[in-house]
C-alpha cells in the first residue's frame, strides 16, 4: 500500500533535449541530455536514475525529450520507504505525458524505474516499490508472470488505524550490496529445487529438501529468506481475502 507522502514537480517541455530537474532543499540541479544518455556514470546519484530512466525508454519504445522541472517531495531520502522510486516514477510521468500522450502503462513505468536502479544503480532493485508509487492506494501485486495489478478497495481508517512512518535519523544508502543480495540467495534456493524463482516451486518443495539444500548451500540465510517469502505470499492471500469479506479484524 502507497501513502499520501508524495513527490511532484512543475515542468515544461524544451526543445534542446536538455532535462533540467531542480529539486527542492538542494543546491545542485540535475541535468542529463537525452542524446548522451550512455556517457552518463553509473551510481552518481539522481543524474545517473534520470539517465537510466531515458536508457530504458528508448529501449521500451518510447518517446524522450528535454525538460525543466522543480521538483518537491515529503517522502523521507534513503530511509527505505521508497523515495528513489518515487522520484523515478514522477520522472517517468513527466515524459509520458510530454511526449507520450500520457500512453505509457503503469507496469513500463516500473520496468523503466526498475532498469534505471537495475543498469545505472548497479542495485537489484524489484518492481514493487515502483509500482506502488506509480499506482497509489492499495494493490494487489503478482509477479510470477509478468507484472499483473489489481486495485484493492482498502484504507486504514476504515479499521480506525492510521499508517505511520517513523523516521528514524537513519539511512540505507551504504547498504545497497546487502539488498542486491536478497534475490540472489532467493534464486539460489530456487535452483535447488529445479526453478529460476521461488514462485514456480512451492513450500512443500523447499520443506521436503530442506536438509539437502541447507548441506549443499551452506547458507541458513538464504533458506530463511526462501521459507520467509512463501510465508509473506500467503499472508498477502489472506489479508486479501479477509479484506473483500469485509473482515477486518481478520485483517488485523
Known sequence: ASINLDTICAAAPTDDGIITIISEGYKKAIVVDTAKVEQVPTCQGSVSLVAGIVKAAKEFGFKVGGFNAY???????????????SFEMMV?????????????????????????????????????????????GT??????????VEKVDFAFDRLGCDLIIVNTGKGHSDLSAEYSS???EMRAVAKELGAENLCES???????????????????????????????CRRVDEAVEALRAGETEKML
Open 139 to 148: 494493490i494487489l501485486l503478482d509477479f510470477s508472470e509478468g507484472v499483473k
Open 182 to 184: 536478497i534475490p540472489g
Open 92 to 136: 517517468c510521468a513527466v515524459l509520458d505525458h510530454f511526449f507520450n500522450a500520457g500512453k505509457i502503462d503503469y507496469a513500463d513505468y516500473a520496468r523503466m524505474g526498475q532498469y534505471a536502479e537495475n543498469v545505472y544503480w548497479e542495485k537489484a532493485s524489484g518492481l514493487m516499490d515502483q509500482m506502488a508509487c506509480a499506482v497509489g
Open 202 to 232: 512451492t513450500e512443500e518443495a523447499l520443506l521436503a529438501k530442506l536438509p539437502e539444500i541447507r548441506k549443499k548451500l551452506g547458507n541458513d540465510r538464504a533458506l530463511l529468506r526462501a521459507l520467509h517469502y512463501y510465508e509473506e
Open 71 to 85: 521538483a518537491s517531495t515529503k517522502v523521507i531520502r534513503a530511509a527505505g520507504v521508497s523515495s528513489s522510486a
